[in-house]
């Protein structure tokens, strides 16, 4: 495996975090990649991105191998060979975190390879809903060597909101800046020799409730609004993400094969940070309304990526015959919990780095009787699992009714809501339109 020494990153180290003054904003993640945090053991923060990738006819892997925490900066390698079942194929990595992130302010400081076709590096954000892409850029790649935000994506394949299409959103203005130092000629160039990268650039974004700014070096240079090409807005299609440092190798022409990179070739990342930030009145949990499930054959079983039917504490365990719905009904979804035996069912999603203070849990919600006490509950953990705030829902509420869970005090930056129902037979809860929102 290489290794490599510390360099002069020439960028300062510090964040170029912009300045807030309207909303709360605290850094509450950073890794300077002075120690490995990659792996699956104790509190590491990253997962290798691993796996085959396959476009144009060619298969590259991305590779834990590939990944070189030395001298203060996280390199992934571009290399040639390395993965034992198909020792001729190209292979790169990257790493993606553990946690997620909602609104705030993203940086990264990274050296791009430009030496050679066919590395394509990129730092987003993703989850099964959406990407949101801070930067993007192909090594060598003809008629494109330029840093830019490609586009923020809706991954949602629905007809209720576009036709079934994946949503690109609008920039205020997206300017392309030459990061190579050089073009190539036509879909044959190569130049396995080249050793080339970019200087140290800091790049950043601001996820706000109502679009991302982007930004180089700490200059602003685009926009995206969240409006569609359409003109209906997806902010509602909020959900927190994780974070990906990623290189690829990728044959982006089908007449252009990938050449071995130089034995050096590597993008590299000097530092991550997030600072989150506080926008009272705005919902900060994932999918608030249970519609962003892609629609299948049987989609009564589909529960929305953002909620979890995981155990949460030994409280709250789920037994055997637990059963969690999202019943879609024409254009309505909501999350349905409800069994034809006696059943125990919980659905959970946890928001990791949020500032602290004073937030409401709110929903809408009707529900059968409950004949086993606190069958139907709302429950708020902090980061230990324990109670923060909780409420039962003593009656039967046939028809929509709006609850509310008040001056829930957050000093952790961490809290899970949980959603239980505990049943008889043929007993069941329905939730929708449920909000965590500041009100401080």
């Known amino acids: 495996m290489n290794e490599f020494v510390a360099e002069d990153l020439n960028v300062s180290t510090q964040s170029t975090t912009p300045l807030v003054t309207s909303q709360d904003s605290v850094e509450l993640f950073r890794d300077d990649f002075n120690v490995n945090n990659i792996g699956t053991k104790g509190s590491r923060l990253w997962n290798a991105r691993v796996g085959a990738r396959s476009g144009s006819g060619q298969t590259s892997y991305n590779l834990a191998s590939n990944l070189v925490v030395s001298g203060n900066v996280l390199n992934i390698l571009f290399r040639k060979g390395g993965e034992p079942t198909d020792p001729t194929a190209f292979t790169a990595g990257g790493v993606i975190s553990k946690d997620k992130f909602g609104y705030g302010y993203y940086e990264t400081k990274v050296k791009l390879y430009t030496g050679s076709y066919g590395f394509h590096q990129s730092f987003w954000m993703s989850n099964p809903i959406q990407d949101i892409n801070g930067f993007e850029f192909d090594s060598r790649l003809t008629g494109y060597s330029y840093l830019y935000p490609s586009c923020y994506n809706n991954l949602l394949l629905d007809p209720i909101y576009q036709d079934g299409e994946y949503f690109t ?3 205020a203005n997206n300017p392309k800046i030459p990061m190579s130092g050089g073009l190539g000629s036509g879909n044959n160039y190569k130049d396995p020799t080249n050793n080339s990268s970019t200087p140290w650039h800091v790049f950043g974004y601001d996820w706000t409730p109502t679009g991302i700014k982007m930004y180089l070096n700490n200059n602003y240079y685009g926009q995206i609004n969240f409006t569609g090409s359409q003109g209906t807005n997806f902010s509602t299609l909020f959900s927190p993400s994780q974070v990906w440092l990623t290189g690829v190798p990728f044959k982006f022409y089908p007449l252009t094969d990938i050449v071995t990179p130089h034995d050096s070739a590597r993008m590299q990342v000097g530092y991550f940070a ?138 952790q930056n961490k809290v899970t809501i949980l959603i239980r129902s505990v049943g008889k037979a043929n007993e069941w809860a329905q939730v929708d339109d449920i909000s965590f929102v500041s009100v401080n």
């Not at 409401?360 to 009707?366: F, G, T, V």
């Not at 324990?386 to 609850?403: C, D, E, F, K, T």
């Open 169 to 171: 959103f609008n920039y």
């Open 274 to 411: 997030y600072t989150a930030k506080k926008y009272k009145g705005y919902n900060i949990l994932g999918d608030s309304s249970f519609g962003l499930v892609k629609p299948t054959t049987n989609a009564t079983t589909n529960l929305s990526s953002c909620w979890s039917k995981s155990a949460i504490g030994t409280n709250y365990d789920i037994t055997t015959g637990n059963n969690n719905y999202v019943i879609i009904d024409g254009n309505n979804k909501f999350l349905e919990q409800r069994s034809s035996v006696d059943y125990k069912a919980n659905v959970s999603q946890t928001l990791s780095y949020i500032c602290n203070g004073v937030y409401e849990l709110r929903a809408k919600i009707r529900c059968s009787t409950h004949s086993i006490a606190n069958g139907f509950q709302f429950i708020v953990l902090d980061s230990a699992n324990n109670v923060l705030a909780s409420r039962v829902i003593m009656y039967p509420q046939p028809n929509w009714i709006n609850i509310s869970i008040p001056n829930i005090n957050v000093t």
